[in-house]
């Protein structure tokens, strides 16, 4: 059982370039979010989708972009690069909501140069 | 948003002692959760509380949801080198939705040997 699967696992940008990180989750959980870890920030929430066919900003949403393709997948997508954006990103899925506990996967690793 | 205090921030420990950090906050939470995150991956779920007063335990973890809901403290007893890793409380707020979860920063444990 795969859980939650990131991909990439490093990426390195130069100012400006757009990429998306993807987020697979194989345990038919509802909800999905994709968070931000900075040093001494903790865990903050850029984007989150409810349910299929829904997504909602979260505290940090500016710069980014997601698509909840369909119940499993949940992307998120940098469209011009800023140094600001270097950071460690985790996706997540929960069964229904933050009611039910968060399941993480294993990070990006993304510079911006 | 909300804010949690977690403390302390970081903790060097020698192996055996036990170690106690705590998650306070100035709002009511219906939740209080706790994670832990090894090097080079994603939080994992140690322990969820969903009661005021609420003692749970899970081997050498003991997890307390605060009385006045406002806080929760977890304890380890007689560490072992394994761990070592960044702990995060986080409280879901009363009827909080999709992204009514607060994260605190994180307590650093290091184990010296």
């Known amino acids: 059982n795969a859980g939650v699967t990131q991909t990439p696992k490093f990426q390195v940008l130069k100012t400006g370039q757009s990429m998306t990180l993807q987020c697979a989750q194989d345990?038919?959980?509802?909800?999905m979010y994709w968070y931000r870890q900075d040093p001494g920030m903790g865990l903050r929430l850029i984007y989150y989708?409810?349910?299929?066919?829904?997504?909602d900003k979260g505290e940090v949403p500016n710069g980014y972009n997601v698509s909840r393709l369909n119940k499993r997948e949940f992307s998120l997508r940098l469209e011009s690069a800023a140094p600001s954006q270097t950071s460690v990103y985790f996706c997540?899925?929960?069964?229904?909501?933050?009611?039910?506990?968060?399941?993480f996967g294993n990070g990006t690793r993304l510079t911006v140069t | 948003g909300q804010q949690l205090n977690q403390s302390p921030q970081s903790m060097f420990i020698q192996e055996g002692e036990d170690v106690s950090m705590n998650c306070t906050s100035s709002?009511?939470?219906?939740?209080w959760l706790w994670y832990k995150q090894d090097p080079g991956e994603g939080p994992v779920l140690l322990i969820a509380?969903?009661?005021?007063?609420e003692l749970t335990s899970n081997g050498r973890l003991t997890a307390q949801f605060g009385i006045t809901r406002k806080d929760s403290f977890l304890n380890i007893s007689a560490s072992i080198p394994s761990d070592v890793g960044i702990y995060f409380c986080?409280?879901?707020?009363?009827?909080?939705?999709?992204?009514?979860?607060?994260f605190g920063k994180g307590t650093h444990l290091i184990i010296q040997p």
């Open positions: 709002s009511i939470f219906n939740t």
């Open positions: 989708s409810a349910s299929e066919g829904t997504t």
């Open positions: 345990m038919n959980h509802n909800s």
């Open positions: 986080a409280g879901q707020k009363a009827g909080g939705g999709a992204d009514g979860l607060t």
């Open positions: 509380l969903y009661k005021a007063g």
């Open positions: 997540a899925s929960s069964l229904q909501g933050h009611n039910s506990p968060l399941h």
